[in-house]
């Protein structure tokens, strides 16, 4: 009578490897988390006050740049000028664009070191974030402009977890608040609301305040970060990360409310932005993102076309 065969020693052992591997895998990307966030949902009502960036489609998909081959870091919408901007980190510029994509101005940006991220704040007056350096870069920007100097602009250094290539990666601000947030993009992942900074008001004193909040930040599901964008109506924050190739929208308390996918087959996208850095928001909702090198997009709800 012949025997059951035994389970081999090694294929146990090597099973148990596997699965280790996939579960350290599936926490690394946060897959865990970011599935149990698409399953809650499902039996959720829907946010009223939410985006519901989950309803956004591509209007326009990965249109180049044409005049521009470098790499593109981070937008932002100016909604006096009714334009974009941007600013290329190599042989850095500052670049005005307009809405469909449209190089409109050039600006050679001096000094400014890595530069990541723009972020509007008021007529003619922006701050550009230099990743290496951690500064904070107020600059003014008149019609006849051409070159921007740093040594001559209000800045700022925040030096905390200082060091390697994964600095501050984006930008965004709430003027009603005063508050500056700035995205560092990883290891560890964070967010600090800077307040003070710009100085917007020179009969006051100069006083800084940096904060962070570790509990939104660990409810983030996303791998990295790579822009951030406010939105003044509903207070929302909204993250971009191009690892996890997923902008996420946090309420005011921090909490996860929807996502929009930016993976081949989702939002009507042809083909998975190959690597999203920056996104801005115009004053009827719609979207706007580019990707490293040039690629420009346009992302709208159904209602708005």
């Known amino acids: ?97 307009s809405l469909d994509g449209k190089i409109l101005r050039r600006v050679a940006l001096i000094g400014f070191g890595d530069a990541e991220a723009v972020e509007f704040i008021s ?15 107020k600059i003014h920007l008149e019609e006849g ?23 501050f990666e984006g930008l965004a601000y709430d003027s009603v608040g005063k508050r500056l947030f700035v995205a560092k993009e990883r290891d560890p992942m964070l967010v600090y609301e800077v307040q003070g900074f710009p100085h917007y008001n020179p009969e006051k004193s100069y006083s800084v305040h940096v904060i962070n909040n570790p509990k939104r930040d660990a409810g983030m599901f996303v791998r990295d970060l790579s822009s951030l964008q406010y939105d003044e109506r509903s207070g929302h924050l909204m993250a971009l990360s191009d690892e996890s190739r997923l902008i996420l929208e946090l309420d005011i308390d921090g909490r996860p409310l929807s996502t929009m996918s930016l993976s081949k087959g ?29 690629l420009f997009y346009v992302f709208k709800k159904p209602t708005q076309n």
């Open 145 to 167: 402009t051409t070159f921007l100097d740093a040594a001559e602009a209000e800045q700022m250094t925040l030096g905390v977890h200082a060091g390697g290539n994964k600095g």
């Open 1 to 97: 009578m012949r025997r059951l065969a035994r389970p081999q020693p090694l294929i146990l052992i090597l099973s148990v490897i596997a699965l280790i591997a996939l579960v350290a895998v599936g926490q690394y990307l946060r897959l865990f988390e970011r599935g149990w966030f698409n399953l809650h949902t499902l039996w959720q009502p829907v946010n009223v006050q939410s985006i519901a960036l989950d309803q956004y489609q591509v209007s326009v998909e990965a249109r180049v740049i044409e005049g521009l081959n470098k790499d593109v870091s981070a937008l932002t919408y100016d909604p006096v000028r009714k334009s974009l901007f941007t600013v290329t980190n190599k042989n850095a510029e500052l670049i005005e664009l």
């Open 266 to 294: 989702r939002q009507g996208l042809q083909k998975t932005v190959p690597q999203a850095e920056g996104i801005a928001m115009d004053d009827e909702g719609t979207l706007y993102l580019v990707s490293e090198p040039n």
């Open 123 to 137: 007529a003619d007056t922006y701050v550009v974030s230099d990743e290496h350096q951690q500064r904070l870069i």
